[in-house]
């Protein structure tokens, strides 16, 4: 459960990121953020995670006070959230398996079913056979669905994407949009942010608009 | 528990890793600590020798009584005799003027000299060993031995080991200063290297932090990195003081059989060198663990 009451984000300098940003995303959702760039929809991921704080209003994950976490506190936040980011930041200094087992490194789990879990994520992205391969080798679409694979390893309960299909093809994009569905399907919450119109409609359950920091309307049943 | 354990051992490994895997740079680093490191413990090792040397002789002073070379060897053993009575002094020997002419003829070189002389020119002499130590008690038994009947001159034995002990007092002190200035030098090396290291894996500590790894997670390795780092250049040291030691001690050995001594100066003793490797890491890891908390804390990803 992710909700935000009256969320603004101003930062140096002056400029208002969002304005009063009401919404709610339940438990097992699938939503979309649209607007154009430099609406604001970064911004409002970024809160979610905690690598901004708002100015004003609240944000709630999981019941969690985000905007009031204390620093110690953020990285326990974090695991429950698989992040996938625009630029995917994979790191090219090690191999596809090597960088989904980055985040089962620091989960407490025995070795055998560390390697389990990553084998696990990487075979549900479909890139298995890649895992021995240095992700630079790897092409637009691949990249992200590692960088899906490395935010779902710990089996978060909620799943943000910034962008996820940009920069790919229609049918990667497609396929991406396959693995979030199915990742709700079995019901992890998925919030993604996208200015691919023609995705959204395809696809769009609910759809949220931001322009200039302010939502505009929630289309799609709930 | 375990789990703490593994990540720990897992921090090692990583930290193990990343230095063998800049082996020229390690080693570098290393030999830059090792030379530092050296110079104190090169020295301690030195004086630690020299202060053997020093006690050894300040706890058994001796007192060399010469008699006047007119003097009576009957009276000289009357107050041999009367010297063996007083409670300050632990043993008293007589050696004649005819054993020290004795003596010094049988030196190699100088049997000639002695003939030449005709007469002995060596004065009956006491050697006293003193029961007591002090300074002060030393000087006054001189003193009273020196104003004895028939007794030309009186010499403490003790009087260089004395200086030798407050020379090496000087030294050590010396060392300390020396040993606390490097110690700031390798905080200081260390703080560098390890900041260096922080910003090359700058991309990774960005990563580890978005996907939920604590601080303490993140700079366990950084302070492992430390640790090993002082650790290899306790090594280093180790070496160099043990070759510059044997090399030193070739020659002091000529030099020590002149004096008809067998003084080498001593190698660090194992607990020594493990003291100074667990010191060298513990600055290790303080350098980097002041490294880690004013560079880590300002990555954090945007």
């Known amino acids: 459960m992710i909700s935000f ?11 208002e990121a969002l304005r009063a940003v009401t919404f709610a995303v339940p438990d097992g959702e699938l939503q979309f953020i649209t607007g154009h760039s430099g609406a604001g929809k970064s911004t409002l991921l970024k809160l979610i995670a905690a690598i901004e704080r708002p100015s004003s209003g609240t944000v709630l994950v999981n019941g969690q006070n985000v905007g009031t976490l204390k620093r110690r506190a953020i990285p326990y936040l974090r695991r429950n959230l698989g992040l996938v980011f625009q630029d995917q ?20 789990h025995p070795p055998r079913e560390a390697a389990r879990r990553a084998r696990a994520a990487l075979d549900k992205v479909g890139l298995l056979e890649r895992e021995r391969a240095n992700p630079i080798q790897l092409s637009g679409g691949e990249q992200q669905r590692l960088a899906i694979a490395r935010a779902v390893v710990n089996r978060p309960s909620i799943l943000i994407a910034d962008e996820p299909t940009a920069n790919l093809d229609v049918e990667s994009a497609a396929n991406i949009l396959e693995i979030f569905l199915a990742f709700n399907r079995v019901g992890v919450s998925v919030l993604i942010a996208t200015h691919d119109l023609a995705l959204v409609e395809r696809y769009g359950t609910r759809v949220m608009r931001l322009a200039e920091g302010r939502m505009l309307e929630a289309e799609g049943a709930a | ?56 002789s300040a706890i058994n002073p001796q007192l060399s009584v010469f008699m006047r070379t007119d003097a009576d060897l009957a009276a000289t053993r009357r107050l041999e005799a009367q010297l063996r009575a007083d409670p300050r002094i632990h043993r008293v020997r007589l050696i004649t003027r005819a054993e020290a002419l004795a003596s010094l003829r049988g030196t190699s070189g100088l049997a000639d000299v002695v003939a030449a002389l005709g007469r002995n020119p060596l004065p009956d002499t006491l050697v006293v060993t003193a029961a007591v130590s002090t300074d002060d008690a030393l000087d006054a038994l001189a003193r009273e031995l020196g104003a004895l009947p028939g007794v030309a001159q009186t010499q403490a034995d003790a009087l260089w080991a004395r200086r030798l002990a407050a020379l090496a007092r000087v030294g050590r002190l010396m060392l300390a200063l020396v040993a606390g200035v490097l110690a700031v030098g390798l905080i200081a090396i260390t703080f560098n290297t390890i900041r260096l290291q922080i910003l090359t894996q700058r991309d990774e500590i960005e990563v580890s932090k978005l996907i939920g790894a604590t601080d303490g997670f993140i700079q366990r390795p950084f302070l492992y990195l430390g640790l090993l780092q002082g650790i290899s250049g306790a090594l280093i040291a180790l070496a160099i003081v043990w070759a510059g030691l044997a090399l030193l001690n070739q ?52």
């Open chain 2, 251 to 302: 020659e002091i050995e000529i030099l020590a059989r002149t004096y008809g001594s067998a003084f080498r100066v001593g190698f660090l003793s194992l607990g020594e060198a493990m003291a100074l490797a667990l010191i060298a890491g513990g600055l290790g890891w303080l350098g980097a663990n002041m490294s880690v908390s004013k560079y880590l804390r300002d990555i954090e990803p945007k």
């Open chain 2, 1 to 56: 528990m375990s789990a703490w354990l593994r990540q720990h051992r897992r921090a090692l490994a990583a930290a193990a890793r990343k230095w063998l895997s800049q082996r020229a740079t390690a080693l570098l680093n290393a030999l830059a600590l090792g030379v530092a490191l050296a110079l104190p413990a090169g020295g301690y090792a030195l004086l630690e020798s020299l202060h053997g040397v020093s006690t050894h």
């Open chain 1, 89 to 108: 930041k994979l790191l090219y200094d090690r191999s596809v398996y090597d960088n989904v087992m980055l985040p089962l490194a620091f989960s407490d």
């Open chain 1, 5 to 15: 009451s009256a969320v603004s984000k101003r930062f140096p300098g002056g400029k």
